[in-house]
């Protein structure tokens, strides 16, 4: 089973793309599900249809699912969620804070995530597309099964079976003691986790799709995801960029836009490579119904597959050693002569000289190079090498 994940900033078209892609994978005589956890409930609109939280078919071989993270946290996180919020009530929070608190980290996004386990395990699909916002926050979760190890899943179910000798000393310490079912529904959270972990990070059936338009804002967003998804091991294969002026517009009044075009698609190549690139014209009417998603999917993929990994790869490798980090980026297009590299906070910003002019391209920097400063870049070979050193202080301490 294929899992394809399309992200992008709310506006860039990343939900008709998703649906596009179904529609043309269905036209193939293949099973495919579209997953959205948009709470605007997009499916409906895009495919004309009332959608639901379980799966609709919409036509043949397409099915549609609206996800309802309030279902699925109560019927199966409802009883963690439950048990932390107690914890902290008994803390002295407010109830209605304390509920706030006690949820899960990027509910939405990460209950889409852990939904993909529930479709593996059901089976009955080729493909599951997944209209969603895989952030930082939520994919740092997938991470939590090797964190606690199996040292800390020994003792959730050693707490298990101690669980009547921690209510009798429950009110010295004044915070609830778990029960047998919150500890049961924690070991079973991280085996899904570890399950979603395996789907996410294998290339060959899960591909990440960045989608952006030709704006300084849906590619700078689309840049730290593009940076985090390949830090969780998660393949990126494709980037789109949808809504770019066709070239049958003529009109001089759109002269300025196609040249603020022009340099933005120039960045994504600079931002996204070596991953392809497709552009999606900006069509005449709203994206809905399966006559134009179809359209859509024709100019997007033509003859390929969309199920086919279009590209397999990390976009970035990091060596590291005592006091000192190297970032490298492939970077075959740049020229030494014609770059500039600059550090601003969290980003490395590059400066190339292009045929539409100066393009500058700002690439998200790994937590571990906030303490450091920026040594050296240089061009090796068609990469770009930037060498960062620890900050050291009078004594000769690394700081």
């Not at 070979?381 to 202080?393: R, S, T, W, Y």
């Given at each position: ?250 009109d001089p009044y759109f002269e300025g836009w196609r040249k603020t075009q022009a340099k933005y698609l120039a960045e994504a ?76 906070g969290e980003e490395i910003m590059v400066k190339v000289d292009s045929e539409v002019g100066e393009v500058r391209s700002f ?37």
């Open positions: 089973m294929r899992v394809l994940i399309y992200t992008g900033k709310g506006g860039t078209g990343k939900s008709a793309l998703s649906c596009a892609t179904a529609a043309k994978v269905a036209e193939t005589r293949r099973d495919v599900l579209v997953m959205s956890s948009d709470p605007a409930h997009t499916l409906m609109d895009l495919f004309e249809a009332e959608i639901g939280p379980k799966p609709t078919k919409v036509t043949d071989h397409l099915w549609a699912l609206q996800v309802d993270p309030l279902k699925e946290v109560k019927e199966k996180y409802g009883i963690i969620q439950e048990y932390v919020a107690m914890v902290f009530k008994a803390k002295g929070l407010d109830e209605t804070l304390a509920y706030e608190v006690a949820s899960l980290p990027n509910m939405t996004s990460f209950l889409s995530l852990l939904k993909i386990v529930d479709i593996f395990e059901e089976g009955g699909y080729d493909a599951i597309i997944l209209d969603t916002v895989p952030s930082g926050e939520a994919l740092k979760n997938l991470y939590l099964p090797t964190l606690m190890g199996s040292m800390s899943r020994k003792l959730l179910k050693l707490a298990g079976s101690l669980v009547g000798a921690a209510k009798v000393v429950e009110p010295l310490v004044k915070i609830p003691a778990p029960s047998k079912q919150v500890i049961e529904a924690d070991l079973k959270l991280l085996d899904r986790l570890e399950k979603l972990k395996e789907i996410l990070t294998d290339s060959k059936k899960t591909s990440l799709r960045l989608v952006a338009n030709p704006d300084a804002f849906s590619i700078g967003n689309l840049r730290r995801t593009y940076m985090t998804a390949g830090l969780y091991g998660i393949n990126a294969d494709l980037a789109v960029i949808n809504k770019v002026l066709p070239d049958e517009v003529s190549e600079i931002s996204f490579y070596p991953l392809p690139i497709r552009k999606v014209r900006l069509f005449k009417e709203e994206l809905k119904g399966l006559r134009l998603l179809r359209k859509c999917a024709e100019e997007l993929f033509e003859d390929d597959d969309p199920l086919r990994v279009f590209y397999e790869g990390r976009p970035f490798s990091v060596e590291q050693g005592e006091g000192w980090m190297k970032f490298v980026i492939k970077t075959p297009f740049l020229d030494k002569e014609r770059c500039e590299v600059e550090r601003l690439i998200p920097l790994p937590a571990i190079t906030y303490n450091m400063k920026l040594s050296r870049a240089k061009l090796i070979g068609g990469e770009l090498h930037i060498i960062f050193e620890a900050e050291v202080d009078e004594r000769g301490r690394i700081s």
